[in-house]
């Protein structure tokens, strides 16, 4: 108990630090999302149109209303860039430096994780409530908060999902000199698969068994889904806990491979 209650103290320090940073370049930031926000406002535009013109879809234009202005704050909430940096960090040997301090590297990258993410949200939270206001008629909005809630812990273990998916890969970079097809694969992977291209809505039905119970919906549509969607409570609940469930796998995963690796880095005398 007091480890982690001493770890989350440094979590909120490293955060603050990280926080402090990288608020020197707040313009970036409203750039960077700008730019994020705009691929999802072109399909948003285009599946509109389609609908507009008599394509028979399986889902309406609430639906693709819905989905797409929430997409990027989504993406962005359950998004991580970690497997680069960590793979580099283990591949030129600076772990070594991080073994003797007090707080972990991986907490490091914890902080840096949240520091982003904090600050994005103040660019991105406001261009996300200009497009909700603009299509605010065609928009699919729960009256309860039960749904906000259940959407939240879901945003939740989304990102945590795709955070500990990075640490199993670029732990990797343990045994592999370079990492980086293996990441830029998972990307390309993960991003039809987990809605953040084309809604999974939208894929044919012979894939639906495989579709809605691979673990990257999990990362980005499944959230979507219970605002955009018509779920049933039992869909919920099976959504949820099919996402528990991908989270308690990967981590315990990345635990297993990031302990094997430090000992395998350790042996060679790092």
Same mark, same amino acid.
């Given at each position: 108990?007091?480890?982690? #209650? ?14 402090? !940073?990288?608020s020197i370049y *707040?313009?970036? %930031? ?10 999802? $406002?072109?399909?948003?535009?285009? %599946? +509109?149109? &389609? ?10 234009? !609430? ?13 962005? &909430?359950?998004?991580? %860039? ?15 430096? %991080?073994?003797? +301090? @007090? ?6 990258? #914890? ?20 497009l909700w206001w ?37 732990? $990797? ?10 990441? !830029?694969? *998972? ?20 894939? *639906?068994?495989? $579709?809605?119970?691979? @673990?990257?919906?999990?990362? #980005?549509?499944? @959230?979507v889904e219970i ?40 042996? #060679?005398?790092?």
């Amino acid at each position: 108990m007091n480890t982690v #209650v001493r770890n989350l103290r440094v979590l909120r320090r490293m955060t603050a630090a990280e926080i402090a !940073q990288q608020s020197i370049y *707040r313009g970036a %930031w409203i750039i960077f999302m700008a730019a994020n926000i705009c691929v999802p $406002i072109i399909s948003l535009l285009i %599946w +509109r149109t &389609a609908i507009a013109n008599g394509a028979q879809l399986p889902i309406d234009e !609430q639906y693709v209303t819905t989905y797409f202005v929430l997409l990027s704050f989504v993406t962005m &909430a359950t998004s991580s %860039w970690l497997t680069g940096f960590l793979a580099n960090d283990i591949r030129l040997g600076k772990l070594s430096s %991080w073994m003797v +301090r @007090p707080a972990s590297l991986l907490l490091g990258f #914890v902080a840096n994780n949240l520091s982003e993410k904090f600050l994005k949200l103040f660019a991105l939270v406001p261009m996300i409530g200009v497009l909700w206001w603009i299509f605010r008629d065609s928009m699919t909005i729960p009256a309860g908060p039960g749904r906000w809630a259940v959407f939240a812990v879901s945003l939740v273990l989304g990102a945590i999902l795709v955070f500990t998916i990075d640490i199993l890969i670029a732990s $990797i970079a343990f045994w592999m000199d370079d990492v980086s097809a293996l990441a !830029q694969a *998972r990307l390309i992977i993960a991003s039809v698969l987990s809605g953040a291209v084309v809604p999974l809505a939208l894929m044919p039905d012979w894939s *639906r068994g495989f $579709i809605d119970n691979q @673990p990257f919906r999990f990362t #980005v549509s499944f @959230p979507v889904e219970i605002v955009a969607g018509n779920l049933s409570g039992h869909d919920l609940l099976v959504g949820l806990g099919l996402q528990t469930a991908y989270v308690l796998v990967f981590g315990a995963l990345a635990r297993l491979v990031w302990a094997a690796g430090i000992r395998a880095y350790s042996a #060679v005398g790092a």
